[in-house]
């Protein structure tokens, strides 16, 4: 972007500087450390200059808002034509319960959905399972079957909201149960909107959270996009999730290059079953984390899209803006929260919110200041939803597409973070996989490759926290006595006892033959290879439980034990 003349003048402009005023500063005060860096440890300079971006060729590396390589956003507008949508992670107890707390959010303002599931429904066990005592309803909403799911969404109209579903395992079933019940509600199916996280590779690479081995689950991942790209053009199959990633103790830089990994091998799934990319990619969504260090999360954010977009194009044959567009949720990051002094929780997510905004997110989920105690509580969710809507609407973030664009520090860290990123995505495909994407991950995750990459990287920031060479405030600098506590949000222990009576009820109540029936058939789908989703579409209609559903899964599959060797 400057010629050689400009630079040179810069470049002794620069030394003149450094020798004329910075040396005097820093032999009279010095700096406050020897070396300065990122939450991820990644090194930044103490200025930035066009020097440092004199590489970058502003059409082919920054462009326009809208256009190819979407660094500046994915759409021209961005904010100034529409606001992102605001979700809270909502889930708990029953499904009355949560339902209430959905009613409340929409309430004050909230612009779509978001729903938690406790532990035995993300394991697709029922919660009469001997597993599943003591963990019903504690961390999510439970849900064994269609009837919970239709209290869930009373009195909300599915054609009218987007709801996004946080669960993996058993996805297809929870999927299967949204669609079923837009069949009885008469709602058109292709007006469904909202997301299915239903990312399978994320749960083996840091989640943990499974039922059956990667390579069935990567074909029930794929069973469940295939489906809706037929059936729901508006729902977003799967999530790409980062989060879960970077939450387990990655850098940014790690989060981006796995959630990509993991993207471009979905992408390689479906097109080995015979799909367009130019018809399912557009239906592909991406989720991540937005941690303390604003700059380099921004970065994070621009150097994802560019590089989905070019590899898209380069590896995939993908033609239209749709299926080049990466477009991605954000939520900010739950593992910076701390339970010493929780208001400053308040402060860590509205940096971490104004990034994602900055960044260019289209969807976002602000954590609530109390989360690190326990389920958040009305007044902190409240609070969290609040902080989306300053930002939105008094700060001005809002105001300008890609606000930080073209300043030479979030440049330059875009170039970084894109080579460094793209280093790992490359080492996965050509050297794990042999030239396949697909292949790559599936081997990193057998391999234990992703794992110790994500546990170097914990450990070395906690050694960072411990040795007081990364200040987490409140926790080992500027403590406190702390006398009082925030209200907290229990659940209460008849739940359990609620939940397995209305199970009980409706095993009672249904047609036991027409249920036997219905699981023969995702029985004989599975053995045969076909899509499993109208299947399962049917089969919850018949009122099948989540448990019976994912039983049959496991019996042909086979459980999965990751491999401690592999760690």
Partial sequence: MYDETDLEAIRAAKSA??????DPALDAYGERADRFATVSNHAVERLYTPLDVADIDYEADLGFPGEEPYTRGVYPTMYRGRQWTMRQFAGF???????????????????????????????????????????????????????????????????????????????????????????QRGVDRAKLRGTLQNDMFKEFIAQKEWVVPPEPSLRLVTDVIEFATQQTPKFKPVSVSGYHIREAGSTAVQELAFTLADGFAYVEACLDRGLDVDTFAPQLSFFFNSHNAIFEEVAKFRAARRIYARLMGEWYDAETDAAKQLKFHTQTAGQSLTAQQPLNNVVRVTIQALAGVLGGTQSLHTNSFDEALALPSEEAVRVALRTQQIIAEESGAADIVDPLGGSFAVEALTDEIEAEAMAYIEHVRDDLG?????????????QGYFQREIQ????????????????????????????????????????????????????????????????????????????????????????????????????????????????
């Fill in 93 to 183: 107890g029953s499904a009355r319960e949560t339902n209430e707390r959905f009613h409340y959010l929409i309430e004050e303002g909230q612009t779509g959905l978001s729903t938690a599931f406790d532990m035995p429904t993300l394991m697709g066990i029922d919660s009469d399972d001997r597993m599943a005592a003591g963990e019903v309803g504690k961390e999510g909403v439970a849900v064994d079957t269609l009837r919970d799911m239709e209290i869930l969404f009373d009195d909300i109209d599915l054609a009218d909201v987007s709801t996004s579903f946080t669960i993996n395992p058993s996805a297809p079933v929870i999927y299967a149960m949204y669609v079923a019940l837009a069949d």
């Fill in 434 to 446: 042999d030239g396949s994407m697909r292949a790559g991950v599936l081997a990193g995750i057998e």
């Fill in 456 to 567: 170097d990287a914990a450990y070395e920031y906690q050694q960072r926290v411990e040795d007081d060479e990364e200040t987490v405030v409140g926790v080992n600098k500027y403590t406190v006595e702390e006398e009082t506590e925030p209200e907290l949000l229990t659940v209460d222990e008849g739940v359990q006892d609620q939940q397995r009576e209305r199970l009980d009820a409706v095993r009672a109540e249904r047609d036991e033959a027409a249920v036997e029936d219905a699981l023969s058939a995702v029985h004989d789908a599975t053995v045969a290879g076909e899509n499993v989703m109208p299947a399962v579409v049917e089969a919850v209609k018949a009122e099948a439980t989540m448990g019976e559903i994912m039983g049959v899964f496991e019996a042909e599959f086979g459980s999965y034990r990751e491999e401690i060797g592999a760690m």
């Fill in 17 to 22: 500087w450094a020798e004329e005023t910075l």
